[in-house]
């Protein structure tokens, strides 16, 4: 009964963790949002909002329910600060200050980069390299889903949606089944190269 109880209460632990971070848990920041939401979210206050709202915040999917929280995140921030607490996660993230309709620039920026050097990359080796040449067509695809997965992470960076989150980590998860595979395949190519070079020494002995 002991064990049993106690693994209830780690469930209970993990499922009150992943419901939320500490700083969205917190009355302070749920009533700001709820406030908020009453206040600028509905009528003609959401006619106003949209209407003073940018055009490239709303194509990025920015909306009133996202300003409210936005806002208030750094309303709770302020008030931790004040009371000379650390900074909490708000949705299981840390605050990041907002550039044009970037919600994490730094980190769509570096992911951006990334995705940049790769296609770089990608069109040195396919100018360099003969496409009659081994393992050609395998690090061409390799190349292509890092792209793929360099460009989510930079919409994921860019706006946190449910969406964008799974196409992050799924796409992310690809670019490392591709890595396991690529590392097989390049290990049983060399693997036949060898073997091959050896039959061919032994027929020229013969």
């Not at 009150?16 to 917190?26: T, W």
């Not at 550039?99 to 296609?119: D, K, T």
Request: hydrophobic share 40%.
């Amino acid at each position: 009964m002991a064990g049993r109880a106690s693994r209830l209460l780690l469930l209970a632990g993990a499922a009150a963790l992943a419901s939320g971070s500490q700083g969205d848990r917190e009355p302070v920041y749920r009533e700001c949002v709820l406030q908020c939401e009453e206040r600028n979210c509905s009528g003609g206050a959401l006619k106003h909002f949209r209407s003073r709202q940018p055009i490239y915040m709303s194509l990025a999917g920015w909306t009133c329910r996202d300003d409210c929280k936005y806002e208030c995140m750094w309303v709770t921030v302020g008030l931790y600060l004040q009371e000379g607490h650390q900074v909490p996660q708000f949705h299981g993230k840390w605050p990041f200050s907002r550039f044009l309709f970037f919600q994490e620039p730094a980190s769509a920026v570096a992911s951006f980069l990334n995705g940049l050097a790769s296609l770089v990359m990608l069109c040195r080796y396919r100018t360099s390299v003969p496409a009659s040449s081994p393992m050609y067509h395998t690090c061409v695809a390799f190349a292509w889903v890092s792209l793929n997965a360099w460009f989510w992470s930079t919409v994921f960076h860019t706006k946190d949606t449910d969406l964008t989150e799974k196409m992050d980590y799924f796409c992310a998860s690809t670019v490392i089944l591709h890595s396991i595979y690529l590392c097989c395949v390049s290990f049983l190519e060399d693997d036949s190269l060898y073997l091959l070079k050896e039959s061919e020494a032994k027929l020229k002995l013969d």
